[in-house]
């Protein structure tokens, strides 16, 4: 994988797959920023994804967000500027956020995909480089 630095955050519905995720990521090599939560507890999503969307932003970093369906993170962290954040649960998206739209986080849901399934996505998501091009002007009107 080509970025070697990911945060990674979760709500409660998130968290035993995010801890699943961390591992996999630190066994590829990578060094994760883990930003919570750290237990079961429920927690609002709101809270995490904003915190690790500007933390992306500040580092110019990617991240993976994890809530129950993927798609309250990714609302959330779509509201912070200069993100483009995606929620995924098959590879293809994923790959075409990254070339196409350079996603810049990467959001699933525990309550919809599988670990396997989830390990797929982001090692393909983390190696699939931005297009650039005519990509380029699309993604700048977004801003
Ligand atoms: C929590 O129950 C759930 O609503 C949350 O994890 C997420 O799926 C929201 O989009």
């Not at 798609?71 to 509201?79: E, H, L, S």
Request: contains cysteine.
């Amino acid at each position: 994988m080509k970025d070697k630095y990911i945060i990674i955050g979760s709500d409660h519905a998130g968290f035993e797959l995010k801890e699943i995720i961390k591992k996999y990521l630190i066994e590829e090599g990578l060094e994760v920023h883990d930003i919570g939560v750290y237990t079961k507890e429920s927690a609002d999503y709101p809270v995490i994804a904003k915190q690790v969307a500007k933390e992306a932003v500040e580092k110019s970093c990617r991240a993976i967000l994890i809530c129950g369906t993927g798609v309250g993170m990714c609302i959330a962290a779509n509201k912070v500027k200069g993100i483009r954040a995606v929620v995924c649960s098959d590879t293809t998206s994923a790959k075409y956020s990254r070339l196409h739209n350079n996603t810049n986080i990467l959001c699933f849901g525990a309550r919809i995909i599988g670990e396997n399934s989830a390990k797929d996505i982001c090692k393909i998501w983390l190696e699939t480089e931005f297009e650039g091009g005519r990509h380029q002007k699309r993604t700048d009107m977004l801003e």
